[in-house]
């Protein structure tokens, strides 16, 4: 490596550790770990930043560095829920990333309460960790304001806006309810239901598209939804779907908002013989553990979660590091897949 001369900036004199970073060519994040010992990092890099930290005779600042300990090499994840896999396998994503550069995670579960949101966010940036990843968009006005004037860094996940200054990683569930209700019609299905539970917005935006499609085909009727706040499970899919045949035997194709209640609406039509996809169509969400080896096989909306979580803390060490990113709003998309129950 070739050694150059920086000018020192820092009040004291003294050189910075973003100068060692700047003259080793890696990221402050990668400095600091190989200053403090950490064993994770490439050996090209731990040489780079040693050279670089002997030219410049950097020597860390032991106040500075108990101070930055309120700041410390945390990243703060916040979920609705950690018995969603939805939600798990994005936090698995986010530590495959973030931990590769020394970066633990602090999870917070609000359990879809926007006040336990709330609590967690204060609770958090009394000692601002490096970044936040939030999910969605949906939260108190307050637990707004605090995020926004903390000053971390931070990308929200699952949902998309266009929103200035705004970073987030997700896709529409509106175009993904959309593209459900299209292939429900294109199979030939006039009395399609949406059946949802656990009415977080996200859910509500995927009926939402779902609803819109139907209307504008002059195929929608309100009275074949049922939506219930009531945790999403299998069990629940059995009860609705025989609650929905019973009342609306009509019914000719349904979407529901998550592959467990599909799951368990396809147990029930063997109860009741009601033959899918020939009676009634049934479509899923979210492509979740088995829907492929349901009988028949669930067709469902595939969510790339876990390339949520990866993408969401790529862009969030690039917040982090003061570097610009293309685009504050990435949109991943998702993919209909087409199996044997519609």
Same mark, same amino acid.
């Given at each position: 490596?070739?050694?150059?001369?920086?000018?020192?900036?820092?009040? +004291?004199?003294?050189?910075?550790?973003?100068?060692?970073?700047?003259? &080793?060519?890696?990221?402050?994040? +990668?400095?600091? $770990? =190989?200053?403090?010992?950490?064993?994770?990092?490439?050996?090209?890099?731990?040489?780079?930043?040693?050279?670089?930290?002997?030219?410049?005779?950097?020597?860390?600042?032991?106040?500075?560095?108990?101070?930055?300990?309120?700041?410390?090499?945390?990243?703060?994840? *916040?979920? /609705?829920?950690?018995?969603?896999?939805?939600?798990?396998?994005?936090?698995? &994503?986010?530590?495959?990333?973030?931990?590769?550069?020394?970066?633990?995670?602090?999870?917070?579960?609000?359990?879809?309460?926007?006040?336990?949101?709330?609590?967690?966010?204060?609770?958090?940036? &009394?000692?601002?960790? @490096?970044?936040?990843? =939030?999910?969605?968009?949906?939260?108190?006005?307050?637990?707004?304001?605090?995020?926004?004037?903390?000053?971390? /860094?931070?990308?929200? @996940?699952?949902?998309?806006?266009?929103?200035?200054?705004?970073?987030?990683?997700?896709?529409?569930?509106?175009?993904?309810?959309?593209?459900? &209700?299209?292939? *429900?019609?294109? $199979?030939?299905?006039?009395?399609?239901?949406?059946?949802?539970?656990?009415?977080? /917005?996200? @859910? !509500?935006?995927?009926?939402?598209?779902?609803?819109?499609?139907?209307?504008?085909?002059?195929?929608?009727? /309100?009275?074949?939804?049922?939506?219930?706040?009531?945790?999403?499970?299998?069990?629940?899919?059995?009860? *609705?779907?025989?609650?929905? @045949?019973?009342?609306?035997?009509?019914?000719?194709?349904?979407?529901?908002?998550?592959?467990?209640?599909?799951?368990?609406? !396809?147990?029930?039509?063997?109860?009741?013989?009601? $033959?899918?996809?020939?009676?009634?169509?049934?479509?899923?969400?979210?492509?979740?553990?088995?829907?492929?080896?349901?009988?028949?096989?669930?067709?469902?909306?595939? +969510?790339?979660?876990?390339?949520?979580?990866?993408?969401?803390?790529?862009?969030?060490?690039? !917040?982090?590091?003061?570097?610009?990113?293309?685009?504050?709003?990435?949109? *991943?998309?998702?993919?209909? =897949?087409?199996?044997?129950?519609?």
């Amino acid at each position: 490596m070739t050694i150059r001369t920086l000018r020192k900036t820092r009040g +004291t004199g003294r050189p910075t550790l973003a100068e060692v970073a700047r003259l &080793a060519g890696v990221s402050p994040i +990668t400095a600091s $770990r =190989v200053l403090r010992g950490m064993t994770s990092v490439g050996t090209d890099y731990v040489e780079r930043v040693q050279e670089a930290a002997r030219e410049l005779n950097y020597v860390a600042n032991a106040a500075a560095r108990a101070l930055a300990r309120a700041q410390s090499d945390t990243v703060t994840v *916040l979920v /609705p829920s950690l018995t969603n896999n939805v939600f798990t396998d994005a936090i698995e &994503a986010v530590h495959s990333v973030l931990s590769v550069h020394g970066i633990e995670i602090l999870i917070g579960n609000s359990h879809y309460s926007r006040d336990a949101e709330q609590d967690l966010i204060r609770h958090y940036l &009394a000692s601002p960790p @490096m970044g936040m990843i =939030v999910t969605g968009f949906d939260r108190s006005e307050a637990a707004r304001r605090l995020i926004d004037a903390s000053g971390v /860094p931070t990308v929200y @996940m699952m949902d998309l806006t266009d929103a200035r200054d705004v970073y987030c990683v997700g896709f529409s569930q509106e175009d993904a309810g959309r593209a459900v &209700a299209e292939h *429900l019609m294109a $199979r030939g299905c006039r009395r399609s239901s949406f059946v949802a539970a656990q009415l977080d /917005p996200r @859910m !509500l935006q995927r009926g939402e598209g779902f609803r819109r499609a139907l209307q504008r085909a002059g195929l929608h009727v /309100p009275e074949l939804e049922i939506l219930t706040p009531a945790p999403s499970s299998i069990g629940l899919g059995c009860q *609705l779907f025989r609650q929905l @045949m019973t009342h609306h035997p009509e019914i000719d194709g349904i979407f529901f908002g998550n592959d467990d209640l599909a799951q368990g609406a !396809l147990f029930e039509a063997r109860r009741m013989d009601i $033959r899918v996809p020939d009676d009634v169509a049934v479509i899923g969400f979210n492509d979740l553990a088995g829907a492929a080896d349901c009988v028949p096989r669930l067709t469902t909306v595939r +969510t790339p979660r876990a390339q949520v979580g990866r993408t969401a803390a790529q862009l969030l060490l690039s !917040l982090i590091g003061g570097e610009s990113v293309a685009s504050p709003m990435v949109d *991943l998309g998702f993919e209909l =897949v087409v199996r044997e129950s519609a």
